[in-house]
């Protein structure tokens, strides 16, 4: 029989895991929120402003032409489900998925990354550390250990682009950074260029 104590490593772990079900049972109690874990704790997402939700439509419309090369139906540009990374909740603000490959999904997050060809991220000021991966590995050394082939930032707060890709024995090399205003170029299997000009009056 385990005493725990408040304050602890497993108190607040198993108080943590308690919400989690108690929100998965209940999700109408949080329909503007969103929740990611990461080694450090749970992060809530609140919703974005208008700006960043223009950044990524921006993002979207032409990662949706991108794909549209590719035979119908089997890879999609999408920001509605959230993933298991590494035993860890994560919901990108868009992914690119193979269909085809896509993991089981249960309780509202797909179980696994088979399948994702490429997760996109714009920083707030909640989320940047975890984005970038500032202080701790976060989401590059999460998806890097998860095989996720390339993974784009925009970091809204020193207005560049971070592209992410080939990770190597788990770890992601050093990133391509971009100026906004720069075309950023996606590898294999896109093969194309993404404008940033558009974000200029965004950030």
Not at 37 to 60: F, Q, Y
Not at 68 to 87: M, Y
Not at 160 to 185: H, K
Request: aromatic share 8%.
């Amino acid at each position: 029989m385990s005493t725990h104590v408040p304050g602890s490593d497993v108190y607040k772990t198993e108080m943590f895991a308690r919400i989690l079900r108690h929100l998965d049972e209940h999700p109408e109690l949080t329909d503007d929120v969103r929740f990611e874990s990461t080694p450090t704790g749970i992060v809530a997402k609140s919703p974005a402003d208008a700006a960043h939700g223009r950044v990524i439509n921006g993002l979207r419309r032409q990662l949706l032409e991108a794909v549209s090369r590719f035979p119908s139906g089997e890879l999609d540009v999408s920001n509605d489900a959230g993933f298991i990374v590494g035993g860890q909740r994560k919901i990108p603000d868009l992914f690119v998925i193979d269909y085809t490959r896509l993991a089981d999904e249960a309780n509202g997050y797909v179980q696994d990354v088979s399948g994702v060809l490429l997760f996109v991220e714009v920083t707030s000021p909640a989320t940047r550390r975890t984005d970038l991966g500032i202080g701790d590995p976060g989401k590059p050394g999460a998806y890097a250990a998860a095989g996720v082939p390339l993974y784009l930032v925009v970091d809204r707060a020193k207005a560049r682009v971070l592209l992410f890709s080939q990770p190597t024995e788990r770890v992601y090399p050093e990133p391509t950074e971009y100026e906004i205003g720069e075309a950023v170029w996606l590898p294999s299997p896109f093969s194309c260029t993404i404008d940033t000009e558009f974000m200029k009056n965004l950030l």
